[in-house]
Structure formats: structure tokens, C-alpha cells
């Protein structure tokens, strides 16, 4: 059996053997979450190896808005939105289910947060690969909302998951 | 001669400047068809069984995590 830790990231949290297989996330991770933590841009959750507090699997939410420009939706002009930024598994622990269940943390993480200031949507955004993950592969109710350059935005409806958990 | 203080300071410095978690944050604002077309997701709350057994099991899940002190094994989280 490995023992798992849910905690928010300090610094006592072992980063550097972390290795997602991409070296923009691993910067990320080694570099600037504890600094965007600090300075309260965004907030990192993790899954760490109980017995050594290494990171297994990490992922950062922020707020955020979407900007409705000249025309409004609900007679507001931007949408309280939640910010799934980053999402990453180390390479030795993928396809454990690591990733479905950080998704699942972070919609109750949402959630209690738009108890305090509303938000309505858990927003990802995703690599072009990962899109038919969210959408396809598990049935998270994941909407697709706009694809970029080298990335998917997606979403899911905070009230929906509210409403199915009354 | 710089300090380890200084030191630091640098580093921090470079890294705000590669802070990668914005690079694609520029403003996402929505076009008009977008605005439609989230208003009729956002007015739907229907959902199928899965979608419901989905938000549940994120429920339980969390349940799970803070009745354990937040612990639990790689094999429940992959059974899941």
C-alpha cells in the first residue's frame, strides 16, 4: 500500500524529485508556485507520498473572470470564475486516477469558495491532447468552451455539481 | 559582491519574470455566440446519471479525505 497526504503546498513539501514529463510544469513547480503562493496569485494543492512529503501529483486554482465585452449574461458583464491553471502527475504515478481525483478536489474546493465570494464555473485550461481526456474519457460533465492557440478551454457548471450534491 | 540575500532576490526576480502560470492568462472575453450559448448552459441544470454520480463521488471523496486527516492509499484512489 503507498500512503498519500491531500495537503495545501509549504515548504515543507518536497518538490524536486517531481517529473510530470513536461519541463514548462516542472519549472513551474520548482520555481514560481510557492512564489505565487506567498503572493497570493494562486493557491496549490498536492498529493505527497506520506512516508517522504514528496509531491506525487499537484494543481493551483485562482480566480478569474470571463469577460462578456459589450454584452452582458444575467445582467453582469464578466462571470465569477475558478481557475484549474495547472494540473500535473508525476510520470511514475499516472494513469492511477490521480489526475480524476484532483478534479474532484478542486470542484469542492470551488465550491466552498464560491460559498464566500460567487463564482460560478471551475474553468480548465487544457493542452489540445488532454481535451478528449476531460471530455470524453470521464464523465465529469466538462463543457467545451473554446479551443486557442495550444490549448482547450473547458468548464464545469459549479451550480450543477451544487445542485447534485444537495 | 553579491549577497545571499541579493542572491535570492535575483532569482525571485527572474522567475516573476518567467511566471509561466500567466503566459496564457490573457483575457478570455466572449463573442456574442458565446454568450448565447453559455447562457443556455448556464440556465440548464439538467443532468444525466453519470454527470450526478460524477459530482457525487467528488463529494464523497472529500468526505473521505477529511474524515482520515487527509490520507489515503494510491490503490483507493485508483479503485475510485
Known amino acids: ?74 445582467h453582469i458583464d464578466k462571470v465569477p470564475i475558478v481557475l484549474l491553471g495547472r494540473l500535473g502527475v508525476d510520470i511514475n504515478y499516472k494513469g492511477k486516477n490521480l489526475g480524476k481525483a484532483m478534479i474532484k478536489i478542486a470542484l469542492k474546493k470551488s465550491l466552498e469558495a464560491s460559498e464566500i465570494i460567487a463564482c460560478r464555473l471551475l474553468l480548465v485550461e487544457t493542452t489540445l491532447d488532454m481535451k ?22 473547458l468548464f ?9 450534491i444537495l | 559582491m553579491t549577497t545571499p540575500r541579493e542572491k535570492d532576490i535575483k532569482k525571485e526576480e527572474k522567475a516573476s519574470e518567467e511566471n509561466l502560470f ?34 457525487k463521488s467528488a463529494h464523497e471523496l472529500f468526505k473521505y479525505l477529511e474524515q482520515n486527516e487527509y490520507t489515503i492509499t494510491l490503490e483507493e484512489i485508483e479503485k475510485d
Request: aromatic share 14%; proline share 0%; charged share 35%.
Open chain 1, 1 to 74: 500500500m503507498t500512503d498519500l497526504i491531500f495537503k495545501e503546498l509549504n515548504k515543507d513539501v518536497i518538490i524536486e524529485k517531481f517529473n510530470c514529463g513536461d519541463e514548462d510544469f516542472n519549472y513551474f513547480l520548482n520555481n514560481l508556485v510557492l512564489l505565487n503562493q506567498e503572493r497570493k496569485l494562486s493557491r496549490t494543492y498536492t498529493f505527497c507520498l506520506k512516508a517522504s512529503n514528496e509531491i506525487i501529483a499537484f494543481f493551483t486554482l485562482s480566480a478569474s473572470q470571463l469577460n462578456t465585452g459589450d454584452s452582458r449574461i444575467f
Open chain 1, 132 to 153: 478528449s481526456y476531460y471530455l470524453k474519457k470521464v464523465n465529469m460533465d466538462f463543457e467545451w468552451f473554446r479551443d486557442r492557440k495550444n490549448t482547450s478551454i
Open chain 1, 156 to 164: 464545469i457548471d459549479l451550480k450543477k455539481y451544487e445542485q447534485s
Open chain 2, 22 to 55: 500567466f503566459d496564457d492568462s490573457e483575457e478570455i472575453v466572449l463573442t456574442e455566440k458565446e454568450i448565447k450559448d453559455l447562457k443556455k448552459k448556464l440556465e440548464n441544470l439538467e443532468m444525466n446519471e453519470k454527470t450526478r454520480s460524477f459530482f
